[in-house]
């Protein structure tokens, strides 16, 4: 979401500023290379508290002091000195931070840099003073900057005839820190840049294990599905270059950021087309393996609402206490999907590889094995594999010797496995992730791309391919334009914070 409205750089009491060859604000624009004053401010889906803590971390783990003022919604920084320069040639810096509530979670943060001169101070001090007394408060030059007697004066009168005073609080609903020094500001994007990347690209959690199942009674899955049957798939048209990935044996392994509609939707196109020309196809999903009676039997079903209840009322997975992207109503509508592409006479099996309980190295092992036994039951289908980035990446990682991801452990025993990461534009997500008070919560968030995966304005939707794999193993990318979040197909009352926080692993 975004709010539109100028982004100015903040100047209390400037008079006469230089002229800049750019913006207060201004950045490079990675298409243009032109400095640009962003005309859009972000609004982060997030509630207001928790943004203003993120940003507080922020500076203080830049060694700033951080002072609230009461509401929580403005805070200022310590102050410091960048470089050395003379007593009253000085510029003193700090932060100044200012959130603004849009909705329960919908926040706006602006972080401005507050630059003060002591030049500038120095035209708040009277010319004249009526002896040496005063001269000497008014030359003390080594005194900080923010000294608070030279805040503001007036003259009261004395033996020696009228002399200068400072003033208890001359303009009292002026903000207390700033009464009247000169002090001028800018948006400090650089910040908003890593706040940004705090709240917005962070993996999303998937929860495993002592995630215990809720009862129900009736499952009506998101949009009010009833009667399924004798209806056509939704394939829509070929995602544009996958075709050339499609061959029989062959598996591509593609990074799903869960909880979203575009991966599902982009997944149920390639299944069209592969089976469009024949190909048997198997589509495999990071459904615990537990799962998979239920699936075929849903899969052999005409697909009316019996049905459906039958699969959902019976599955511990799609009701999980605390659900993440895995359980999506996308994902549900892509099984649904493929459901009908077997009804219509299509070569296609979908397959529940993920583990039930096991982390780590463990886990990816018994993903791996999941995949393999059933690629081994259909060896001439083509497969196409949704899992989280890190799991479907065909190299190693670099914070983990040992780890071996699904998708290594797959390109070791088949030759043609082909990994795509997903590039894609800010948009939301339904997922799990730690909170700033270090609890998980499941709720609509929104996910920006990094610097890598952004999909530019000039990049059409699609499959583009590397010349050479990357270093994480990814052959190609999959652009899919700005997400959507997808909430899980049997969404509670309200959004789940785990007040104990159940076992979590990231993809």
């Given at each position: 979401?975004?709010?539109?409205?100028?982004?100015?750089?903040?100047?209390?009491?400037?008079?006469?500023?230089?002229?800049?060859?750019?913006?207060?604000?201004?950045?490079?624009?990675?298409?243009?290379?032109?400095?640009?004053?962003?005309?859009?401010?972000?609004?982060?889906?997030?509630?207001?508290?928790?943004?203003?803590?993120?940003?507080?971390?922020?500076?203080?783990?830049?060694?700033?002091?951080?002072?609230?003022?009461?509401?929580?919604?403005?805070?200022?920084?310590?102050?410091?000195?960048?470089?050395?320069?003379?007593p009253g040639l000085r510029t003193i810096e700090r932060y100044y931070i200012k959130g603004e509530r849009l909705g329960p979670r919908q926040t706006?943060?602006?972080?401005?840099?507050?630059?003060?001169?002591?030049?500038?101070?120095?035209?708040?001090?009277?010319?004249?003073?009526?002896?040496?007394?005063?001269?000497?408060?008014?030359?003390?030059?080594?005194?900080?900057?923010?000294?608070?007697?030279?805040?503001?004066?007036?003259?009261?009168?004395?033996?020696?005839?009228?002399?200068?005073?400072?003033?208890?609080?001359?303009?009292?609903?002026?903000?207390?820190?700033?009464?009247?020094?000169?002090v001028r500001g800018v948006r400090d994007l650089d910040i908003e840049r890593t706040l940004l990347q705090r709240l917005e690209m962070v993996p999303?959690?998937?929860?495993?294990?002592?995630?215990?199942?809720?009862?129900?009674?009736?499952?009506?899955?998101?949009?009010?599905?009833?009667?399924?049957?004798?209806?056509?798939?939704?394939?829509?048209?070929?995602?544009?270059?996958?075709?050339?990935?499609?061959?029989?044996?062959?598996?591509?392994?593609?990074?799903?950021?869960?909880?979203?509609?575009?991966?599902?939707?982009?997944?149920?196109?390639?299944?069209?087309?592969?089976?469009?020309?024949?190909?048997?196809?198997?589509?495999?999903?990071?459904?615990?393996?537990?799962?998979?009676?239920?699936?075929?039997?849903?899969?052999?079903?005409?697909?009316?609402?019996?049905?459906?209840?039958?699969?959902?009322?019976?599955?511990?997975?799609?009701?999980?206490?605390?659900?993440?992207?895995?359980?999506?109503?996308?994902?549900?509508?892509?099984?649904?999907?493929?459901?009908?592409?077997?009804?219509?006479?299509?070569?296609?099996?979908?397959?529940?590889?993920?583990?039930?309980?096991?982390?780590?190295?463990?886990?990816?092992?018994?993903?791996?094995?999941?995949?393999?036994?059933?690629?081994?039951?259909?060896?001439?289908?083509?497969?196409?594999?949704?899992?989280?980035?890190?799991?479907?990446?065909?190299?190693?990682?670099?914070?983990?010797?040992?780890?071996?991801?699904?998708?290594?452990?797959?390109?070791?025993?088949?030759?043609?496995?082909?990994?795509?990461?997903?590039?894609?534009?800010?948009?939301?997500?339904?997922?799990?992730?730690?909170?700033?008070?270090?609890?998980?919560?499941?709720?609509?968030?929104?996910?920006?791309?990094?610097?890598?995966?952004?999909?530019?304005?000039?990049?059409?939707?699609?499959?583009?391919?590397?010349?050479?794999?990357?270093?994480?193993?990814?052959?190609?990318?999959?652009?899919?334009?700005?997400?959507?979040?997808?909430?899980?197909?049997?969404?509670?009352?309200?959004?789940?914070?785990?007040?104990?926080?159940?076992?979590?692993?990231?993809?």
């Amino acid at each position: 979401m975004r709010l539109h409205g100028a982004l100015m750089g903040l100047t209390l009491m400037c008079a006469g500023c230089a002229t800049l060859s750019r913006g207060f604000g201004a950045t490079a624009n990675e298409d243009t290379g032109e400095y640009e004053t962003p005309a859009e401010e972000l609004v982060y889906i997030v509630p207001a508290e928790d943004a203003m803590m993120v940003a507080r971390r922020i500076l203080e783990e830049q060694r700033y002091d951080v002072m609230e003022k009461e509401g929580g919604l403005e805070m200022f920084s310590s102050a410091h000195e960048p470089g050395k320069n003379m007593p009253g040639l000085r510029t003193i810096e700090r932060y100044y931070i200012k959130g603004e509530r849009l909705g329960p979670r919908q926040t706006v943060v602006r972080v401005f840099r507050l630059s003060y001169n002591e030049m500038e101070t120095q035209l708040e001090i009277p010319p004249q003073v009526a002896g040496k007394r005063e001269a000497a408060m008014f030359a003390a030059l080594d005194a900080h900057p923010f000294d608070a007697t030279r805040d503001a004066f007036t003259y009261a009168n004395g033996p020696s005839g009228p002399r200068a005073v400072p003033m208890e609080d001359p303009f009292k609903n002026a903000p207390g820190m700033e009464r009247m020094r000169m002090v001028r500001g800018v948006r400090d994007l650089d910040i908003e840049r890593t706040l940004l990347q705090r709240l917005e690209m962070v993996p999303a959690l998937e929860l495993v294990g002592s995630n215990a199942p809720v009862p129900i009674r009736s499952v009506t899955p998101e949009g009010g599905q009833t009667e399924q049957a004798q209806q056509a798939p939704e394939c829509g048209t070929p995602v544009d270059g996958a075709g050339p990935l499609m061959a029989p044996g062959h598996v591509l392994l593609l990074a799903d950021p869960l909880g979203t509609r575009e991966l599902p939707a982009a997944a149920l196109r390639m299944l069209c087309e592969a089976t469009a020309q024949g190909l048997p196809v198997t589509l495999a999903l990071s459904l615990p393996a537990s799962e998979q009676p239920l699936l075929e039997t849903y899969l052999a079903s005409p697909g009316q609402h019996q049905d459906l209840q039958s699969m959902m009322s019976e599955s511990p997975f799609w009701r999980r206490t605390y659900q993440d992207g895995r359980s999506s109503s996308a994902m549900l509508w892509l099984i649904e999907q493929a459901r009908r592409l077997r009804a219509a006479g299509k070569d296609i099996s979908v397959v529940a590889f993920d583990a039930e309980k096991a982390q780590g190295n463990e886990r990816e092992a018994e993903m791996a094995r999941h995949l393999l036994a059933h690629q081994q039951t259909r060896a001439q289908a083509w497969t196409l594999v949704l899992a989280g980035g890190t799991h479907v990446r065909t190299a190693g990682v670099n914070w983990d010797s040992d780890y071996a991801p699904l998708g290594a452990r797959l390109a070791q025993v088949l030759p043609s496995v082909r990994a795509l990461d997903v590039g894609f534009t800010r948009g939301t997500q339904f997922s799990c992730r730690f909170n700033v008070w270090d609890a998980v919560e499941c709720n609509v968030f929104a996910i920006s791309p990094t610097k890598e995966v952004r999909q530019k304005p000039d990049i059409a939707s699609g499959v583009r391919l590397f010349p050479q794999p990357l270093a994480e193993g990814f052959h190609g990318r999959l652009y899919v334009g700005a997400l959507s979040a997808s909430p899980p197909a049997l969404h509670r009352l309200a959004p789940t914070t785990a007040a104990q926080t159940p076992p979590a692993t990231s993809p």
